[in-house]
């Protein structure tokens, strides 16, 4: 049975930064929420796109030619085998919530320190 799910609460739910937490799943997709700040990762995911919601702050996506800003209320979307990195300004926290494929690895085939192999459901 479906129930509404309140985004801020979720938010309030975590601290830690670059660790999605799952909200929801739509068919073979997944609602993920994340807390970053700072710069992630280089990465692609060679099979999946992803879109990225900005929640609150101020999302910087770094492409190989060029960079993104995406600001409070606005979307981006990465689309399959597109390198990119997310980054924060001034190391801001930025609150996103994140529509992607189950089978999308948190990095891609990159292995980092930041890397998360599984998302806490919340």
Sequence with gaps: MSKPINIQEKFSRFSDHWHPHQIATVDNMQVLLAKISGEFVWHAHEEEDELFYVQR???LMHFRDRVETVNEGEIIVVPK??????KTVDGQEV???????????????????KTRSSYPKI
């Excluded at 085998?81 to 997310?86: L, Q």
């Excluded at 994140?98 to 980092?112: I, M, N, R």
């Design 57 to 59: 702050g101020t999302l």
């Design 81 to 86: 085998g597109v390198e990119h990195c997310p």
């Design 95 to 113: 609150q996103l919530l994140l529509f992607e494929k189950l089978s999308t690895k948190h990095t891609g085939d990159v292995q980092h320190e």
